[in-house]
């Protein structure tokens, strides 16, 4: 079975309950959207990251699709703070040393807001004197918050970030917080 996961701004990538700090409330989990049993999801998408999990009860599908070795692409929509150029964008194609490793190429274009985007809540920050604009950036990667330091890096940082596909499965018709089994 697989599960295509729309996820929203906010929710932790693991069915467990998270543990609140401080006495305030945890965020919300995928058990709070899914109600499927032994399913796993394939790879991890920040709390504060948007879009496509995989989740499935297939192991061998489950490491092909988190595994480094197998170098699925995944394709993330970008709104960076700032109006890059395509100059700024040749470190990002090349690789870009992120100081603990240097990055594989990445596709990378400037590209107009996703059509249909649904609202984030909440809504990213925005000044009214810094434009923001939109990438489509195409790794087979997936370290740490790699995109959004890769954005940094070359001087315009991520305020959004929306996974959109994984190999070829993609969140298309697939509203936030919903799921589609295939």
């Not at 995989?54 to 960076?80: F, M, N, R």
């Not at 596709?107 to 810094?130: C, D, F, G, T």
Request: proline fraction near 8%; hydrophobic fraction near 40%; charge should be positive.
């Amino acid at each position: 079975m697989i599960v295509l996961f729309n996820k929203p701004f906010n929710v932790v990538c693991q069915f467990s309950v998270h543990d609140p700090k401080n006495g305030k409330p945890g965020h919300p989990t995928l058990k709070d959207f899914i109600a499927i049993p032994n399913i796993y999801a394939a790879g991890r998408l920040d709390t504060d990251s948007e879009g496509l999990l995989i989740l499935t009860d297939d192991g061998a599908l489950q490491h092909k699709l988190s595994h480094p070795k197998h170098k699925e692409t995944k394709t993330y929509w970008v709104q960076v703070e700032g109006a890059p150029l395509d100059a700024d964008l040749i470190p990002l194609i090349n690789g870009v040393d992120l100081g603990d490793f240097v990055t594989q190429p990445a596709k990378v274009r400037l590209m107009q807001a996703p059509a249909h985007l649904w609202q984030r809540n909440p809504p990213i920050r925005e000044r009214k004197a810094i434009p923001t604009s939109w990438l489509e950036i195409k790794i087979s990667e997936g370290k740490n918050r790699q995109v959004r330091r890769m954005t940094a890096k070359i001087g315009f940082p991520t305020l959004r970030l929306i996974r959109y596909a994984i190999g070829a499965y993609t969140i298309d018709n697939i509203e936030i917080g919903s799921y589609q089994v295939l």
